[in-house]
């Protein structure tokens, strides 16, 4: 006890440190002699996969002894998973190594994320390696249009019906888009909600229809739905609804122009005018194409009001063969001519095959001096995208000047025209000339703009005393990658005229590059400079200009700065300056629009040197309220800081009311002001009304009229009170069944039925609506007859294969694992289709059919990897008022696997064949199916599952036929086929009773 106090406890440290030192070694040396077999990777510990792939990865398994080795694999999988060849055991000679390739499918259903796979080897040591398995997010939907009517009475609403697939393996939320085409409030019962992978959702819309519609209109209804995390991938579906007029209304009997008038008032600051607008386009007959338009805005009241507009006055007359026009209009001839000039005169076109020829005549509108100018042309077209204009152009101001132009269009490579011109112009004894090229065109990744035009000093067209290059790019190396560069070279006064003061040049490039809307990034280069021998300035411009923009789902923003130095060569000074913008859109739905952007600029005056500072903002918004008032806003304001200050904002209010005969009431009201300044802000208002006009303009010479009779076809009896509709017309049957539709418009019309009317469970015997041409002087007539309508109903039941023992490889039976959801079947008669999709139980029916011959059919299965659907199609007739159901089974496919290596293929071994079962001592009998929609045959009884499934196998293989394993009071009986009747299924026992 005393020597053990006196033992130093540094030295009592050391001891037990050198002891472990030594029995580890000893204890790795063991383990290694005792670890008999070693499982190492040969390939990467890690891989990616997309769901419902297959895998296959291998190992090599080492025999560390001297001795034969009884290998026992084992393999563990995530959940849901499953092996298509489960490890067996094997001998494994001494210090021998052998492959081993593992294949495994991972499902369609599998979440993104990380996943384990062991593979290991039962020993006294356990060997075990571990892959490393990705799943890759896939983010994919899919929308369908199921069903919905194909006519709807104005004023009431309709349904219908949508089904959104996520086929993806990310669970996300999804953000729904309903619109219809002819502005009716559609809704959905959910516009946002979170879809799980795989699943589907029924999306109901429903339409609120306008009971004041004046005539007919088709409504396109249409469905968007995308991921919020995949703002860019949008899909869609429509349907097509007629919506008519519930009110009983004749035909128009005239043929009318159609003409639109606006009164407006417009005013401020004390002054006001009243305005006329007058506008028609359309065709005086009904038999003709030839299109007459005019336009007539008269008083001028633009000098009362900044809102008000100036007087205008255009006609035209257009046919096939030749154009006539008067008025105030842009007149334009060609780029060297005549580019595009406002004015007052008149002019026309006459096409004769191949040429075509024009001329025209104006002066200046609204300014002084008029300058009167006469053009013309004459044209061939060789061929599509081949032309050839010859051009003249005479026009006066201070002294006469005449052009004449050739002008070329011609392709140059498959998706590249060129636009080539030359000109000549007499001026005042001067004789000058001028030409003009255009090429532009794309290729896979490239499209590009080039353009040239030189004037000469005298020559006295649209481009004068001139010379201009342009050129710009836009190159995609990626899918989201580009390159841009834009290249302008501007010079003027040629001749160096120094009456004129200046000799401008102006040269700008800018070249950068961007990914997608993310970022892009741009240098630009300006250079403004007086080629005068005494040149009054020269300076030039550098920026670098960067944007990042940003999209989701409800709007986008965009940022832009620019940082860059203006230096004026002459005083040789330097002034840097920076412009930062924001821009912001949000759409949260689609009765609303917010747009809101700011921008600051600092920089420096180049002749002053004062420092200006410079911030402004704005916000526009729309918005829809009730469906028929639209309201428009616009706020800008803007504020200069420098030794002067300088403040500017305006403030623009528009509303909007349409009414339902088609008229509109429009406010606009504006208030802008400017300090310093001594008039105060500037108001200013109007108030617009527009309505349509149909001019009449000949009576239409005949009309049809349609009769008919609405009958029970099963009674015989007449069916009073049944209302019909054609286009925008409605009649009621009498007493007798009768209706008549009097002086229907001769074209195609299309008969309906309120079903409503008709009753409960009845259908027309005829798919409605029936089309049905009216001709002028003559009665058509069309019976209905109604009928009892017919049910199917039936459900789709999901199957397994059973468990087998491993040395037992024959074919195992199907057991049964539920109803399978989300089929999309279809019920088809040649004429109508229906489809419905199943529910979480396999359920699905249609209701309301007509009686007859019908195929009903699996359209998607939405089946489970390696399955089919047994059979997919059925033949229907159904009775009047008849119930009929049917059961469809989806079954697991049975795969056959083939190992690759080394360049051999090696099939798997194929199993022994199994002793085959005493199946003609069992009893035999036949009974109906449980939907008694056949027979099956039934044997029994075994006293284990396992020898009940063995003879299943087996009955399966000499008969084709599916077998069926259940479990009963005294042990387990097999169900043995689908056959259709009792004959067939007592056949079959027969043949199982004398097999040998």
Request: with cysteine.
């Amino acid at each position: 006890m005393k020597l053990e106090r006196n033992i130093d406890p540094v030295f009592r440290n050391r001891f037990f440190f050198a002891c472990v030192g030594l029995l580890v070694p000893l204890w790795i040396g063991w383990s290694a002699q005792n670890h008999h077999v070693d499982v190492k990777l040969t390939g990467s510990s890690h891989i990616e996969s997309l769901p419902g792939k297959i895998l296959a990865f291998s190992v090599r398994v080492s025999n560390l002894m001297n001795a034969v080795q009884r290998v026992e694999p084992y393999l563990v999988l995530p959940a849901t998973w499953r092996t298509l060849s489960k490890p067996a055991p094997f001998d494994l000679p001494p210090a021998a190594s052998e492959l081993r390739l593992i294949t495994l499918s991972v499902p369609a259903e599998a979440s993104v994320g990380q996943y384990e796979v062991r593979y290991g080897v039962k020993d006294t040591l356990a060997a075990e390696v571990t892959l490393g398995v990705t799943v890759l997010a896939v983010r994919q939907l899919e929308v369908r249009f199921l069903e919905g009517p194909r006519f709807v009475v104005a004023g009431e609403q309709y349904r219908a019906i949508f089904i959104l697939y996520n086929r993806g393996n990310v669970r996300d939320d999804i953000r729904l888009t309903v619109r219809s085409s002819a502005g009716f409030a559609a809704t959905a019962d959910s516009m946002t909600f979170r879809l799980g992978p795989r699943d589907s959702r029924v999306i109901p819309v429903v339409v609120r229809t306008l009971s004041t519609l004046p005539e007919k209109v088709q409504d396109v209804l249409e469905v968007a739905a995308r991921m919020v995390q995949d703002s860019v991938t949008i899909v869609r579906a429509t349907s097509s609804v007629d919506v008519v007029p519930r009110a009983a209304r004749s035909e128009d009997q005239f043929h009318r122009y159609p003409l639109h008038a606006r009164f407006r008032v417009a005013g401020g600051e004390g002054a006001s005018g009243t305005q006329l607008e007058l506008l028609g386009s359309g065709n005086f007959s009904g038999q003709s194409n030839d299109r007459v338009e005019f336009f007539v805005r008269t008083p001028d009241i633009q000098a009362k009001s900044v809102l008000g507009q100036r007087d205008e006055y255009r006609l035209s007359y257009r046919s096939d063969a030749f154009e006539l026009y008067a008025g105030d209009r842009k007149y334009d001839l060609s780029p060297l001519t005549e580019y595009g000039r406002y004015g007052f005169g008149g002019g026309g076109r006459v096409r004769m095959g191949d040429v075509t020829a024009g001329a025209f005549v104006n002066e200046n509108r609204f300014f002084q001096p008029r300058q009167p100018q006469q053009g013309g042309f004459v044209n061939y077209r060789f061929k599509p995208k081949t032309e050839l204009t010859f051009n003249v152009l005479r026009k006066e101001d201070l002294q006469e000047r005449t052009m004449f132009s050739l002008r070329g269009l011609l392709p140059v490579l498959a998706n590249s025209d060129m636009d080539v011109e030359y000109g000549r112009g007499l001026s005042a004894g001067w004789n000058d000339g001028a030409y003009a090229l255009r090429l532009n065109g794309y290729e896979r990744q490239l499209a590009y703009d080039v353009r040239v035009v030189h004037s000469g000093a005298h020559y006295p067209g649209y481009y004068h005393d001139l010379d201009f290059k342009t050129a710009n790019f836009n190159f995609a190396p990626g899918r989201n990658i580009r390159i841009e560069g834009y290249y302008r070279d501007e010079e003027r006064n040629l001749g160096r005229d120094t009456t004129l003061g200046y000799a401008p040049r102006d040269r700008f490039y800018q070249l950068g590059f961007g990914y997608a809307d993310f970022v892009s990034v741009f240098y630009r280069s300006n250079i403004q400079q007086d080629l005068m021998p005494n040149p009054r300035y020269r300076r030039g411009e550098r920026t670098l200009q960067v944007r990042s923009g940003y999209g989701f789902s409800a709007g986008n923003v965009l940022v832009n700065m620019d940082y860059g130095t203006t230096r004026d060569e002459l005083l040789g000074k330097n002034n840097p300056f920076q412009r930062l913008s924001l821009a912001l859109n949000l759409r949260p739905g689609e009765k609303h629009n917010y747009n809101f952007g700011i921008e600051y600029a600092k920089d420096k005056n180049i002749f002053s040197d004062e420092v200006q500072e410079r911030i402004s903002a704005s916000l526009n918004t729309w918005l829809m309220l009730l469906h028929n008032i639209q309201v428009t806003t616009t706020i800008y304001g803007a504020r200069t800081n420098a030794v002067i200050s300088q403040t500017f904002y305006l403030i623009d209010l528009t509303v909007e009311q349409s009414f339902a005969w088609g008229h509109t009431l429009l406010f606009r009201g504006r208030q802008t002001s400017f300090t310093p300044s001594a008039l105060g802000p500037d108001r200013s208002y109007m108030v617009e009304y527009s309505m349509p006009i149909g001019v009449p303009i000949e009576r239409i010479k005949t009309s049809g009229s349609l009769r008919g009779k609405v009958i029970d076809i099963e009674s015989g009896k007449s069916l009073q009170n049944v209302l019909l509709y054609a286009g925008g017309s409605v009649s009621i049957t009498d007493e007798d069944g009768e209706f008549s539709f009097q002086a229907l418009k001769p074209d195609t019309h299309y008969v309906q039925i309120d079903m409503a009317s008709v009753g409960l469970n009845r259908v027309p015997t005829q798919v409605m609506p029936r089309q049905i041409g009216i001709k002028g002087g003559e009665e058509s007539r069309l019976d209905v007859g109604v009928i009892r309508s017919a049910f199917v109903s039936g459900t789709i039941m999901l199957y397994s294969l059973g468990e087998a023992l491993p040395s037992d490889t024959a074919r195992q039976a199907f057991l049964e694992v539920g109803g399978h959801a989300n089929a999309l079947l279809e019920l088809s008669s040649g004429v109508e289709v229906h489809r419905r999709v199943t529910d979480n139980r396999g359920r699905f029916s249609f209701g309301d059919l007509r009686p007859g011959q019908w195929t009903l059919r699996v359209l998607d299965g939405n089946l489970p990897p390696n399955h089919y659907v047994e059979k997919e199609s059925f033949d229907v007739m159904i009775d009047p008022g008849e119930r009929k159901q049917y059961a469809m089974r989806v079954l697991p496919r049975r795969r056959r696997i083939q190992i690759i290596e080394e360049g051999k293929t090696i099939q798997q071994a194929q199993p022994t064949q199994e002793q085959t079962p005493d199946l003609a001592r069992k009893t035999c009998t036949v009974v109906p199916r449980n939907d008694r929609s056949g027979f099956v045959v039934q044997l029994a009884a075994w006293s284990s599952e396992q020898s009940a499934r063995s003879a299943a196998r087996v009955a399966e293989k000499l008969t084709n036929a599916t077998a069926m394993v259940e479990r009963i009071a005294r042990g387990f009986r097999i169900r043995l086929g689908a056959f259709k009747t009792r004959e067939e299924a007592e056949a079959m026992c027969r043949r199982l009773s004398n097999l040998k």
